[in-house]
């Protein structure tokens, strides 16, 4: 059973990838990696493929990872902030291969705009539900990246594999080292 609704997922893994990008090296820089980004999370309505458009998507980087690394209180007043700059109406929609969900932008939106605003409105169902403590920062020596545990448990803790990998590794060598 799902934690959240797909698109709450969606736009919530959506938003972790989005704050990645500002990573070592910058993974969002060119036109071609915004319109490889807005292919892998499926983005539809208005595209321009401008480096406005480009500039304003990288802008909303800090924006979003204040806002996952935010306590309650204060990720509820940078939701309610986006929601209100983008004067977002929640609606019901459904196209393409999605069932009904939400959408709180017009299609004409900035991708920016609509970008913030199903993270804001993801966030509002994480809120909701007292479940924050799922948005978190990758416990790899190093990584800052973030972390989002859709597991049963509440177990994961690192990024991607890599990390969890390299962090074993390196426990496991410090015990031999000990051992030694």
């Not at 609704?5 to 060119?30: F, H, K």
């Not at 605003?117 to 994480?126: H, P």
Request: net charge negative; proline share 3%; charged share 25%.
């Amino acid at each position: 059973m799902a934690i959240f609704a797909a698109d709450t997922e969606v736009a919530l893994a959506c938003a972790a990838d989005l704050i990645t990008t500002a990573g070592d090296p910058d993974t969002l820089s060119t036109l071609d990696e915004l319109t490889d980004f807005v292919r892998r999370w499926q983005y539809t309505g208005r595209v321009t493929r401008t480096r406005a458009e480009l500039d304003e998507v990288r802008a909303l980087r800090p924006v979003l990872r204040e806002l996952w690394e935010a306590e309650e209180d204060d990720a509820v007043a940078l939701t309610n902030r986006l929601l209100a700059e983008a004067g977002a109406t929640p609606q019901l929609v459904r196209h393409d291969s999605w069932s009904w969900h939400l959408h709180a932008t017009t299609p004409d939106a900035p991708l920016a705009t609509r970008i913030a605003v199903e993270t804001a409105m993801a966030f509002t169902d994480v809120i909701r539900s007292g479940e924050l403590s799922r948005l978190r920062t990758c416990s790899g020596q190093g990584c800052d990246d973030p972390v989002l545990d859709l597991s049963k448990n509440r177990s994961r803790l690192y990024c991607d594999t890599s990390c969890a990998n390299r962090t074993h590794v390196a426990a496991y060598r410090a015990r031999q080292a000990g051992t030694a």
